[in-house]
């Protein structure tokens, strides 16, 4: 992707101070979602990277990876499957919990959701750490899925979430380093 395009990219993202606490620059996302040319935009970079992928289902994760994730799996002719957080899937699930800053959280996925050998790919808007997706990872792999790629709008380089997901291939649109 070009620089022009990166730049066009990020300027629709707003950034809020100190949400949800003290400390947090949170990338709201929002804003290019509402944005026709920008979402579009977007949606269209990873739809062509990921063109000739072998992909049975995008997995996408909750909330903000299901906007994403939806209009991919569209475009990609491939199912969706939704990661969600604790007690929102009403079948059957399968669980795996992750270490936040304080505490853990975990997500799930539906038993059901995913045939063995399936090739996935999970999307989410941001990558910080690395935590939530690599849950979501572990969960794929437990259904005995296989990840071909995790797909992101935005990553904070300096978190290390890349480092945390080495073992997969990682692509996301754009960074914001230490802004
Ligand atoms: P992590 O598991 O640390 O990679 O965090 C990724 C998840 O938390 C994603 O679902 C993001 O939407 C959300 N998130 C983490 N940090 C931020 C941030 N600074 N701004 C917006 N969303 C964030």
Redesign the pocket.
């Given at each position: 992707m070009n620089e022009e395009l990166q730049h066009s990219l990020k300027a629709l993202i707003r950034t809020i101070p100190d949400f949800p606490k003290p400390g947090?620059?949170?990338?709201?996302?929002t804003t290019l979602f509402q944005d026709p040319w920008g979402f579009k935009r977007a949606v269209d970079e990873l739809v062509a990277h990921y063109r000739y992928a072998p992909i049975d289902k995008v997995v996408a994760?909750e909330s903000?990876?299901f906007v994403i994730g939806g209009a991919l799996a569209n475009y990609l002719n491939c199912g969706m499957v939704m990661a969600r957080k604790k007690g929102k899937l009403p079948f059957q699930v399968e669980r795996q919990e992750?270490q936040l800053e304080y505490g853990t959280d975990c997500i799930e996925l539906h038993r059901d959701a995913l045939v063995s050998g399936d090739r996935c790919l999970v999307v989410?808007?941001?990558?910080?750490?690395?935590?939530?997706?690599e849950a979501t990872c572990k969960l794929v792999e437990r259904l005995a899925g296989r990840v071909v790629g995790c797909a992101f709008i935005?990553e904070?380089p300096e978190?290390k979430?890349r480092r945390r997901l080495a073992q997969y291939d990682v692509k996301a649109l754009i960074r914001f380093d230490g802004e």
């Open positions: 947090i620059q949170f990338r709201d996302i994760i903000r990876g992750y989410d808007d941001l990558l910080a750490t690395g935590g939530t997706c935005i904070l978190l979430g």
